[in-house]
């Protein structure tokens, strides 16, 4: 596993690791220089699940929900660069890899942002994952603010679009979002851990 000082890039290689999903992990510290002397964002992964797709992942790490007073669900912002990155990489690669935005939930209070079974547990945390393909996003999107360069897809075309990348990657059959009312349970003590994370899916089979 790659040393990653942010907790949610650490929290999905963990999900990818003990899903057994292949997966290349990038050093996203450096922007790449191409050729022509532009420079790109690095991704942070390729992930080869089975299928004819391999996915070129951009992780975005979000609280659920985001704010203190106001709370704010289904936050997904993104800027110009990450989508003009992404796309590049898309071309670059060529037909077979396809971009995705993976917004890595953090879940900080009682609404769950996928079905229960599908919520990770990492270091004592409690993510969800959920990816939107970038063509989806780049359609949907809008601007926030012009002098930050920021997009973001209203909440509910997010939850039209955003698929838990346990289906997208073939782990899991689809499910509706769960409704706004459902709560987390506490995880079972004989739940086991690998790596330091747990697939709750995995305890509830």
Known sequence: MAKRGNHYEAA???FLREAGVPYIAVDEARRALM??????????????PRGRTTWLVDVKGRRFPSGEEHLQYW????????LESLAEWES????????LFVFAFHIVAGRLPVAEP????????RYAFLGVELAEYRRLCRVI????????????DFRAVARPVQELFGLAESQPFPAPQTVLAPVP???PTVSGSTLVATARR
């Not at 670059?92 to 971009?99: A, C, I, V």
């Open 189 to 191: 003590a004989e739940t």
């Open 118 to 125: 599908l919520v990770v547990s990492f270091r004592g945390e």
């Open 12 to 14: 999905f290689e963990a």
């Open 92 to 99: 670059l690669f060529g037909e077979g890899f396809r971009g």
């Open 75 to 82: 936050k997904n912002w993104s800027t110009r660069d990450d």
């Open 145 to 156: 603010s012009p002098q930050w360069q920021t997009v973001a897809v209203s909440a509910r």
């Open 35 to 48: 050729a022509d002397g532009r420079s790109l964002k690095s991704l942070d992964f390729l992930v080869a």
